[in-house]
């Protein structure tokens, strides 16, 4: 199957890999992988006191496809407020992408993963 | 001779409809089905007849690929409850799983890149050890407990450790090869 362009571009040289320590201030992780294929994604946010994204980190095992979504998405919510961040929907991934539709599952992962960072982000303010 | 196709697969085989197979009473069914509608002994027959044989035939073969591996084993059977295993659309595993997997992949990737084929072996060795419980788990959730929603939830997690089995033997192959 080919990729576009855009998922090469974002597959050879992902943007914004790695971890920041999980236990740092605004510091939230969202862990959710694929049973189907067996992808594992991280996405990790870090939330300035203004409530805004400054910063965004992911790791990805999985397809070409999933690194790219990741990769994106780490750059999507930068600058963003949580809220904002959380109207990100799959199916612009998917467009911005060019995904073909059975790797669709892949945007929906970084969608996922992109709630489970925020609702990690407000579990630990209210802690 | 002829094949009801709406019957499940299990009734088809003869087998009790269970997680727990027994491997020489699948297999010893299967070939007795396979030799009972092989599309040879319709040969003769009228095209209508002939197709049917392969139908049943297909249905044969089909059944048997999915009682005899057992991740599609237990899917099967979620299917046959009416729960949905959701293996598209859940993307919800626990943190702690995930995080696991992730550990896992790393050790893989490190272990690949670094070449060490005796690090992989042990990887190798342990995942098979950690399969063999979560199957053991699968037993008890589908045969005793008939605890259907943990079961769907193993079989999410089964199909992370076998995607791991095939990183590992994708590197050993690799290194070796």
């Known amino acids: ?31 959710v992988g694929a049973p189907a294929c067996g992808d594992v994604m991280k996405l990790q946010i870090k939330v300035g006191r203004d409530g805004v994204i400054e910063d965004a980190k992911f790791k990805t095992y999985g397809c070409g496809s999933a690194i790219a979504s990741s990769s994106l998405v780490t750059e999507w919510v930068k600058g963003k407020t949580i809220d904002q961040a959380l109207d990100i929907k799959n199916t612009q991934i998917a467009e911005e992408l060019a995904l073909p539709p059975v790797k669709i599952h892949c945007s929906i992962l970084a969608e996922d993963a992109i709630k489970a960072a925020v609702a990690d982000y407000r579990k630990k303010q209210q802690a | 001779m002829s094949i009801d196709l709406t019957q499940d697969y299990f009734s088809l085989f003869e ?16 070939h007795r089905l396979q030799s009972q509608v092989h599309p040879d002994r319709y040969a003769h ?20 690929r999915t009682l005899q591996k057992p991740l599609a084993r237990a899917q099967y059977l979620l299917v046959l409850a009416g729960v949905d295993a959701g293996v598209e659309t859940n993307t919800a595993m626990s943190a702690e799983f995930l995080m696991e997997q992730m550990e896992w992949r790393e050790a893989v990737e490190e272990a690949r890149a670094a ?13 098979l050890q950690h399969a063999r419980e979560v199957r053991a788990a699968l037993e008890r959730q589908l045969d005793i407990d008939h605890d259907y929603a943990q079961a769907a939830d193993t079989v999410r997690r089964l199909m ?7 990183e590992i033997d994708d590197a050993l192959l690799a290194l070796e090869g």
Not at chain 1, 7 to 15: A, C, F
Not at chain 2, 49 to 62: F, G, I, P
Not at chain 2, 115 to 127: D, M, Y
């Open chain 2, 45 to 64: 027959l009228p095209d209508a007849d002939k197709r049917r044989s392969m139908q049943w035939a297909t249905r044969v073969n089909e059944g048997f």
């Open chain 2, 160 to 166: 992370f450790i076998e995607k791991l089995q095939h």
């Open chain 1, 1 to 31: 199957m080919a990729y576009s362009d855009k998922v090469l571009d974002h597959y050879e040289n992902p943007r914004n890999v790695g971890s920041f320590a999980k236990d740092d201030e605004g510091v939230a992780t969202g862990m």
């Open chain 2, 15 to 30: 087998l009790p409809r269970a997680y727990a197979v027994d491997d020489r009473a699948l297999e010893a069914a299967w």
């Open chain 2, 115 to 127: 070449g060490e084929v005796g690090e992989l072996e042990k990887l190798h060795t342990r995942l």
